[in-house]
């Protein structure tokens, strides 16, 4: 578990702030993803990537950016938050030849 | 997309009993289905997980079974315990090589003493 960490663990912000959550692996791991977790909603996708500066979609992409210039970090940009981007966001990353994703501590975010 | 519904939402048991939690998902193209154990304020943890060639996997107290035709998938816990208590989340992944995984909306259990 200690192989892939995030930070901060708590950010308070504004509406209208740019926000950047960090998500760092020492696993090598090809794929990592970026989660949000709200009440009634499960987890929900928002990017992913399958290895440096190769990324793509998922299920929530609108109001995020994220980069991947090293294997090891995988950024989420919030350019501009909104309220409703409040929730707890967590980082996963996998093996290329694995299906298990492993998942960090999680950021929770609040937009006021 | 693919589209992961998950019953209960919450399930209360007593020690000892077993509990089942169930989940359906909409895409045939789905091969692996993980099951997640999250505490809480912490992060979700694989327990188990199986794919769409094996119909049945057990580890110890757990087990989950898969019914391709009829696209559902079950977790079953024998001989709870407290420290069974927290949300389970199924998922299905789908696609050869990003195993992109949607997620149900959890069940909470709890594991009354």
């Known amino acids: ?112 | 997309g693919e589209n992961v519904e998950q019953h209960p939402s919450t399930l209360s048991v007593q020690e000892g009993d077993s509990a089942v939690i169930k989940c359906t998902y909409s895409d045939s193209a789905s091969n692996y289905f993980p099951w997640y154990k999250q505490e809480l304020g912490k992060r979700p943890q694989l327990i188990i997980d199986i794919r769409s060639n094996v119909g049945e996997k057990k580890d110890q107290r757990i087990a989950v079974t898969l019914n391709k035709t009829a696209k559902h998938f079950s977790l079953h816990i024998t001989e709870t315990q407290p420290e069974d208590s927290a949300v389970y989340f199924c998922a299905a992944g789908v696609g050869a090589g990003s195993y992109q995984l949607t997620f149900g909306k959890g069940t909470k259990l709890s594991v009354i003493p």
């Open chain 1, 1 to 112: 578990d200690a192989g892939i960490t995030q930070s901060p663990r708590y950010k308070i912000t504004e509406t209208g702030r740019q926000v950047t959550l960090m998500c760092h692996q020492t696993w090598s791991h090809s794929y990592m993803f970026w989660y949000r977790q709200d009440l009634g909603h499960g987890l929900r996708l928002i990017y992913y990537s399958a290895a440096a500066d190769i990324t793509d979609k998922g299920e929530v992409p609108d109001g995020y950016v994220v980069s991947r210039s090293k294997t090891e970090n995988f950024p989420l940009t919030l350019e501009s938050a909104t309220r409703s981007q409040t929730s707890v966001y967590f980082c996963a990353s996998r093996r290329l030849a694995e299906e298990t994703q492993y998942f960090g501590p999680g950021t929770r975010l609040l937009v006021l």
